[in-house]
Structures are given as C-alpha cells and as structure tokens.
C-alpha cells in the first residue's frame, strides 16, 4: 500500500523534475530557484549549526564557510550557465546527481542488506552501489543522446559524481543526527527541506565538474 508521505515525495519528485527542465529554458528561473535555494539552505543551516556547535566562534566560523560556499556555488553555476557548452556539462551533472538519489533510495528500499555507516542508518550498501549504477545510466543515456556516442570516460565522471553526491548526503545526515533532527525543514513535502535535497548536489556538481575537466 502507497503511504500518503510515498505519495507526497512522488508528486513533488515529478514537480522538482519539471522545475529543472524549466531552468534549463529559462534564466530567470535559473536565477530566481538559485537564490531561493541558497537562501533556505542557509537558514536550515543555520538552525543545524545553533543545535550542533555550543561556542560562538565555531558556530559563527560555520555559518561564515557554509554562506561564502553556498554564494559561490549559486554563482558559479549561474555564471557557467552563459555559456552553452558548459550548461551542458552543468546539467549532466546535475541529472547524474538526480540519479544517484533515485538509484540510491529504489535500490536501497528494494535490496536493503548491510548497512553502509552508523553515521546514517538508513543508508545501506545496496543503495550505494545502486546510486553509483543509476548515475553511471543516467549520464550515459545523456551523453549518447547528445552526441551519438559513449566514451568509458563518463562512467569514471558518474563514479566520482555519484561517490561525492553521497558524501555529501552522509555528512548532512550526520549533522542532522547531531543536531537530533530528521529533516532539515518542510519546505518540500515528502522529502522534508531544501538541504534535504541539495546535500549531495553541493558536493557532486562542483567534484564532478573537476573530473570532467582533468578527463575531458
């Protein structure tokens, strides 16, 4: 039986999926969801690091790292996105990481088997792999309907986006089981606050476009 939360996360998946492709014919779009998004994530942020860190100085170093990280990014991307060839590359990766995320939950509900770290309990093996497989598909899938070819080349650039992309998701589920939290916030229904979401984006984009550019 399909839980109303299954639900929820399913509709506002289909809702996100339409929003990227959106962004990509849109720049305004582009630039409205960037500053949306950098500006939630701070404030969920912000709340994570209040609950985790006691000393002022580390709190407020914290924050300092994550908003000048969260401003380049935003501006990063946006800047790359001028340029056609490098939007691409941009939105490659972006559907790479997209596929990590699903791999990994469908896997991961389907298989389950050993867990991958305490840091997150939730997480398992099977969903590991699972990720790496689907962005592997993902970004193959891409690049053939692209350019009419498949190079070896980008199933190493999804390894490394996908390993990064998880990463990043583990390092926010550890703050979040320190902070004694499940979410991050509710501003997406199902899935629980914009970091929820973005965690592993922050880190896959930006590895995965080094990989990109010392392999291409």
């Not at 709190?59 to 001028?82: A, G, R």
């Not at 970004?139 to 999804?158: D, G, P, Q």
Request: proline share 2%; net charge positive.
């Amino acid at each position: 039986m399909i839980t109303i939360n299954l639900k929820k996360r399913v509709y506002t998946s289909l809702s996100l999926l339409l929003l990227v492709f959106l962004i990509i014919k849109s720049n305004f779009i582009l630039v409205f969801c960037l500053i949306v998004m950098g500006v939630i994530s701070l404030l969920e942020f912000f709340n994570i690091s209040k609950k985790i860190m006691k000393n002022n100085l580390i709190q407020t170093s914290s924050n300092l790292f994550f908003i000048i990280y969260m401003f380049s990014f935003c501006y990063m991307f946006f800047f790359l996105s001028n340029f056609p060839q490098l939007k691409l590359l941009l939105f490659l990766l972006l559907f790479g990481c997209i596929g990590s995320d699903i791999g990994g939950y469908i896997i991961g509900k389907l298989v389950k088997g050993p867990k991958l770290t305490k840091l997150s309990p939730n997480k398992t093996l099977a969903g590991a792999v699972g990720g790496i497989i689907f962005t592997g598909l993902f970004m193959s899938v891409a690049i053939f309907y692209i350019t009419k070819n498949l190079n070896y080349l980008i199933l190493i650039i999804a390894l490394v986006t996908s390993i990064s992309c998880q990463l990043g998701d583990l390092l926010f589920s550890f703050l979040k089981r320190k902070a004694k939290i499940k979410d991050t916030g509710n501003f997406l229904p199902g899935h629980g606050g914009i970091l929820d979401r973005v965690d592993g984006i922050l880190l896959g984009i930006p590895l995965g476009f080094v990989a990109l550019i010392l392999l291409y």
